[in-house]
């Protein structure tokens, strides 16, 4: 490097001069020649120019730069430390984005170690070279405490790799301390219990090091798999895999304010404060029953937080406090967050109910050009949900306000989260539908096109194939069967079934319905009896004639749910941006198998729903 070329100025070899004289039986003359250039003398007048350029070049290169770190950090040490960040901070992120933020000045620290293991070593004469790894070796030493009892980085496994570095380091300076101690004294060396000599210290120390690095590796990996595995999930950047950095807020101030009405949201903004907090470490979430102390003030809470979440359920609009605030939002122009409860049963409302209930003076703010979020009771779809929501509050922040983002938050993710990206089926899969089964085609056809390996056939009610554009024909706008030479009795068709993928029943309002839901029922009997594995898509999408499955059971032949018929639950299918969990999990139900992004073991357990 740069350095190290630097500091070899300093690096001079002695030799010992004999001129032939009898002088120089009695003294004995030593002539040193820079190390990389035998040509240049060391004590010349040439080599003390190149000394003083290198004084200057060493304050300018190898000091300099930790110096110039140093001197910027310090200058951005608010900004930085309080997580309010300003132009100069975001372009100096390179220093400071991996470490913690009570660290922010460690990398002149690592800049400085790195020096003296490498460069500064050279300023140690030529002959002592017993010196130069005793230094090496206490640098290694301090830098191996530091940083396994600090811990500056911020991601684990970073922690855990600079400590693995820096105790390999330490056994490594240390094996050459004693080689040479060996080589400059046998009885020390036999002293040791090393042999005469340095050899055995080698060998003893290449075996040593070598089951130590090892087993300290196997054990780091164990931990962190265990680690992640056991732990709540915590959202993380996509890009650096690094947690989001939220701003300072004071004792006083929120980073979100959860806005509801007692009587049907109390429960779930519970819930949202309990897992944001899990997944956003040194979140403040404001919740009334938690932090008001007086009702007068609920205006001045929302003006001290820097997001508010409307929960958005039934009666929000008829109660004064939740007006309260949604005027004080407006005033103050605060970002908006809003959770829509859609489940009826617990006290859900529809958007038009909502919108009609708003007061006309604040309906404009609350729902024009707003991402409204569904709220869900069920793990992966709660997921979803709570990263909406903090991709809502992380855009109010300085840090992030300018981040690009999707329908999915795709910039932030969970580890482990289940997702379809990069999906394919191996072995290939058939996936077969009735065209009597409305919708069953258009969702098949959805999944198919997400994925790679999955194939698409569609049944007649008997149990057979049929060929493309075969099979089906319209009369009159009703689907009807086209007349077959003949047709084997029902455990006939079952047998020559038994070979075949799985089946897809997707429930609407339209399921088994009419002449169509009756050749559907049939297919769905002969499907059972050959024992074929029937997927139960449940559309929940009011635009797709999505129904409450209660509606489903209750226009089902009575034999096929006496049968079992529903004995699996069905798969939920939710409007976008939640049908993509919808589409995962259906995929992981095909395949069998869970999906997950990267490793099984750098996983992690998703929170519970509520």
């Keep these: 490097s740069a350095s190290t070329r630097i500091f070899k100025t300093f690096l001079c070899d002695s030799f010992v001069f004999d001129d032939g ?21 060391c004590n010349s007048s040439e080599y003390m120019r190149s000394r003083n350029w290198a004084y200057a070049l060493i304050a300018f290169w190898p000091a300099g730069v930790p110096l110039l ?8 040490r608010k900004a930085i430390s309080k997580r309010v960040p300003n132009e100069l901070s975001r372009s100096i992120g390179f220093l400071h984005r991996d470490y913690k933020h009570q660290f922010f000045w460690w990398e002149p620290i690592e800049l400085l170690r790195k020096l003296c293991l490498t460069d500064v070593p050279l300023l140690i004469g030529t002959g002592q070279e017993t010196a130069r790894v005793i230094l090496a070796l206490l640098v290694s030493l301090v830098a191996l405490v530091t940083h396994f009892v600090l811990q500056p980085f911020k991601r684990g496994v970073d922690n855990w790799l600079s400590t693995f570095i ?14 040479k101690v060996c080589e400059d004294s046998s009885e020390a060396c036999e002293t040791f219990g090393f042999g ?96 008001l102390l007086n009702i007068i003030d609920i205006e001045t809470y929302v003006d001290q937080s820097m997001a508010v979440l409307f929960f958005l359920s039934e009666g929000y609009f008829a109660s004064v406090n939740c007006r309260r605030e949604v005027a004080s939002a407006k005033a103050a122009n605060k970002p ?61 922040t300085l840090a992030y306000e300018k981040v690009p983002t999707d329908a999915l938050a795709s910039w932030l993710t969970f580890p482990g989260e ?18 009597f089964n409305p919708g069953a085609k258009e969702v098949a056809e959805e999944l198919r096109s997400r994925s790679q390996g999955l194939t698409l056939q569609e049944v007649d009610p008997d149990g057979t ?70 997927l139960l898509f449940h559309e929940n999408d009011e635009a797709l004639d999505g129904c409450e499955f209660d509606w489903n059971i209750e226009k089902t032949p009575e034999d096929l749910v006496e049968d079992g018929l529903y004995s699996d639950l069905a798969i939920e299918f939710f409007p976008m941006p939640h049908r ?13 198998q869970p999906l997950r992004s990267g490793w099984r073991c750098l996983g992690r357990r998703q929170p519970r729903g509520s």
């Design 465 to 534: 194939q049929v060929p493309p554009n075969v099979g089906v024909s319209s009369n009159a706008g009703m689907p009807t069967l086209r007349p077959r030479a003949s047709r084997g009795p029902r455990s006939m068709a079952a047998a020559s079934h038994a070979a075949f993928g799985p089946l897809l029943l997707y429930l609407n309002k339209a399921t088994f319905v009419g002449q169509d839901g009756v050749k559907l029922a049939e297919l769905v009997r002969i499907e059972r009896a050959a024992g074929t594995r029937i």
């Design 196 to 291: 005469s000599s340095s050899s055995g210290v080698f060998l003893f120390f290449l075996i040593f090091s070598t089951i130590t690095l090892v087993a300290m590796l196997v054990l780091g990996i164990v931990q962190i798999c265990y680690t992640n595995l056991h732990s709540v999930p915590v959202l993380r950047l996509r890009n650096d895999s690094t947690r989001p950095e939220l701003p300072a807020v004071g004792k006083t101030g929120y980073h979100l304010f959860l806005s509801h009405v007692w009587r049907s949201g109390q429960d779930q903004v519970a819930v949202i404060k309990r897992q944001l907090q899990l997944c956003l470490p040194g979140v403040r979430v404001f919740l009334d029953v938690d932090d």
């Design 166 to 179: 820096n105790f390999a380091l330490t056994l490594i300076y240390l094996t050459v301390l004693l080689i």
């Design 21 to 41: 004289s009898a002088a120089n039986d009695f003294n004995t003359a030593y002539h040193e020649y820079l190390h990389d250039d035998y040509s240049l003398e």
């Design 580 to 592: 993509e969990v919808s589409l995962a999990i259906a995929a992981q139900n095909l395949s069998m």
């Design 336 to 396: 908006l967050v809003l959770v829509h409860e859609t489940d009826l049963r617990k006290r859900g409302v529809s958007l038009e109910v909502l919108r009609k209930e708003c007061p006309e003076e604040l309906r404009d703010f609350v729902f024009n050009d707003r991402r409204i979020i569904r709220w869900s009771r069920t793990v992966s779809f709660q997921q979803l949900s709570l990263k909406l929501i903090a991709d809502g509050l992380l855009h109010a």
């Design 69 to 76: 770190y140093a001197t910027m950090l310090a200058a951005n």
């Design 418 to 435: 289940i997702s379809l990206t990069g999906l394919t089926f191996d072995p290939p899969l058939e996936l077969r539908f009735s065209g």
